[in-house]
Antibody
Framework: QVQLQESGPGLVKPSQTLSLTCIVSGDSVSRGTYYWSWLRQPAGKGLEWIGRVHSTGSTDYNASLKSRVAISVDRSNNQISLRLTSVTAADTAVYYCSTGNYYTDFLYWGQGALVTVSS | DIVMTQSPDSLAVSLGERATINCKSSQSVFHSANNKNRLAWFQQKPGQPPKLLIYWASFRESGVPDRFSGSGSETDFTLTISSLQAEDVAVYYC?????????FGGGTKVEI
């Protein structure tokens, strides 16, 4: 069973960089042909896909965030990383990492990490 | 981007009654490579991550009660809860995985 756990600072100042890590257990980030995604959800609102990284390291990003986001694979520590630069209050949300299989992108989810952007 | 539009935004259903949620995509999500509609349904309860219920529009994920069913094709899809139980109170989202960016509907809140 794949388990995902997001970790990182819960508070980030405006204009700074948000950095989160998704620790993967029960599987390898180098697994097969599947993707590892980051998503976010502002309080009381819907889900937004931020982007994903393939086990090979190739990435796809949501164009709405593409200029500010980077997702990478850390094979030595079996984890996925998210960096979002120049944050504003609009980036305040619960951030999730998720992965899937051949029939879905989002089968396994972390519990989510609340990140608040505030001075 | 493929825009996913859900209706209604919320609905109240009596215990044991049927709940129907609709989802419409701005473009077809049918994928000719495997003749499947790349449409999923998720259930989210407060304080929890979403849970996959349905994939390929009509295939129930392992462990999901059979009162949950999905139907539809191309651009119009439906999630049906045949007999609502108390534990089904949640927000439900449809999601397309035909093309990036992967997109979700705005959610439908189901209450008793």
């Amino acid at each position: 069973q794949v388990q995902l756990q997001e970790s990182g600072p819960g508070l980030v100042k405006p204009s700074q960089t948000l950095s989160l890590t998704c620790i993967v257990s029960g599987d390898s980030v180098s697994r097969g042909t599947y993707y590892w995604s980051w998503l976010r959800q502002p309080a009381g609102k819907g889900l937004e896909w931020i982007g994903r990284v393939h086990s090979t390291g190739s990435t796809d990003y949501n164009a709405s965030l593409k200029s500010r986001v980077a997702i990478s694979v850390d094979r030595s520590n079996n984890q996925i990383s998210l960096r979002l630069t120049s944050v504003t209050a609009a980036d305040t949300a619960v951030y999730y990492c998720s992965t899937g299989n051949y029939y879905t992108d989002f089968l396994y989810w972390g519990q989510g990490a609340l990140v608040t952007v505030s001075s | 981007d493929i825009v996913m539009t859900q209706s209604p935004d919320s609905l109240a259903v009596s215990l044991g009654e049927r709940a129907t949620i609709n989802c419409k995509s701005s473009q077809s999500v049918f994928h000719s490579a495997n003749n499947k509609n790349r449409l999923a349904w998720f259930q989210q309860k407060p304080g929890q991550p979403p849970k996959l219920l349905i994939y390929w529009a009509s295939f129930r994920e392992s462990g999901v009660p059979d009162r949950f069913s999905g139907s539809g094709s191309e651009t119009d899809f439906t999630l049906t809860i045949s007999s609502l139980q108390a534990e089904d109170v949640a927000v439900y989202y449809c999601q397309q995985y035909c093309t990036t960016p992967l997109t979700f509907g705005g959610g439908t809140k189901v209450e008793i």
